[in-house]
C-alpha cells in the first residue's frame, strides 16, 4: 500500500522556520518524483515544490529563495526546508509522489493527509 505521511508542521512567528517531512512507503520511492502542495483557507491547491529522481528541483515564485526541497533515498523521505516564513505561508501542506515529469503538477497521484503550517504576524 502507498502510504506518504508528513510531519513537522506547527505555529511559527513571521521570520521563523520550520522543516517538513515526507515520509514514504509501499512503492519504490526512487522511482519517483516527489512535490510538496499547500492549500490556503479559501483558496485552490498550489504547487510549492518538487523534486526528481535525480535531485533536478523547482520553487514556485513565492518560495523561491525561501524553501529547499530535499531528498534521502536511503530513508525514503523528503524534505521542505521553510525559512523567512510569512503569515501568507500558511496552509495545510501536502507531499505527493509521481512516476512522471516532476515539473507537471497534474502528474501526481499519491498524495499524503497533509500537515499544518500556521505563521503569525
Known amino acids: 500500500e502507498v502510504q506518504l505521511v508528513e510531519s513537522g508542521g506547527g505555529l511559527v512567528q513571521a521570520g521563523g522556520s520550520l522543516r517538513l517531512s515526507c515520509a514514504a512507503s509501499?512503492?519504490?520511492?526512487?522511482?519517483?518524483?516527489i512535490a510538496w502542495f499547500r492549500q490556503a483557507p479559501g483558496k485552490e491547491r498550489e504547487g510549492v515544490s518538487t523534486?526528481?529522481?535525480?535531485?533536478?528541483?523547482y520553487y514556485g515564485d513565492d518560495v523561491k529563495g525561501r524553501f529547499t526541497i530535499s531528498r534521502d533515498n536511503a530513508k525514503n523521505t523528503v524534505y521542505l526546508q521553510m525559512n523567512s516564513l510569512k503569515p501568507e505561508d500558511t496552509a495545510v501542506y501536502y507531499c505527493?509522489?509521481?512516476?512522471?515529469?516532476?515539473?507537471?503538477?497534474?502528474?501526481?497521484?499519491?498524495w499524503g493527509q497533509g500537515t499544518q503550517v500556521t505563521v503569525s504576524s
Open positions: 523534486i526528481s529522481r535525480s535531485d533536478n528541483t
Open positions: 505527493a509522489a509521481t512516476w512522471g515529469d516532476y515539473r507537471d503538477y497534474a502528474a501526481y497521484d499519491y
Open positions: 509501499g512503492f519504490t520511492f526512487d522511482d519517483y518524483a
